[in-house]
C-alpha cells in the first residue's frame, strides 16, 4: 500500500450510522430510518462492508432541517419526508 494512498485515507473524514446515532444521541435504528423515510437525507461518501459513511458536515444540515427528528416535542409534520 502507497504512503499516498494512505494519507488520502487520514484526511478524509467520514462517520458510520453509529458514530452519527452515538452524536445525536438517538438509536442506530433512527439513522436507518432517516436514511429511508427523508429524500434529503446525505448520499453516503464511501460504502464498505459495514455500511455507508456519511460526511458529518452533510448530517448536521439535515438535522438543522429537521430540528424535531432530535426534540419529539416540535412538531415538524415531516418536511421533506418520502411519501
Aim: aromatic share 10%; hydrophobic share 35%; with cysteine.
Amino acid at each position: 500500500m502507497s504512503s499516498e494512498f494512505c494519507t488520502c485515507l487520514l484526511e478524509l473524514h467520514v462517520v458510520g450510522r453509529a458514530e452519527i446515532a452515538e452524536r445525536y444521541g438517538v438509536g442506530p435504528s433512527a439513522i436507518s430510518n432517516w436514511q429511508y423515510r427523508y429524500d434529503d437525507w446525505p448520499h453516503p461518501r464511501l460504502i464498505l462492508k459495514m455500511g455507508p459513511l456519511y460526511c458529518p458536515n452533510e448530517v448536521q444540515e439535515f438535522i438543522n432541517n429537521h430540528p424535531s427528528l432530535l426534540n419529539p416535542n416540535i412538531m415538524e409534520g415531516h418536511k421533506g419526508a418520502k411519501k
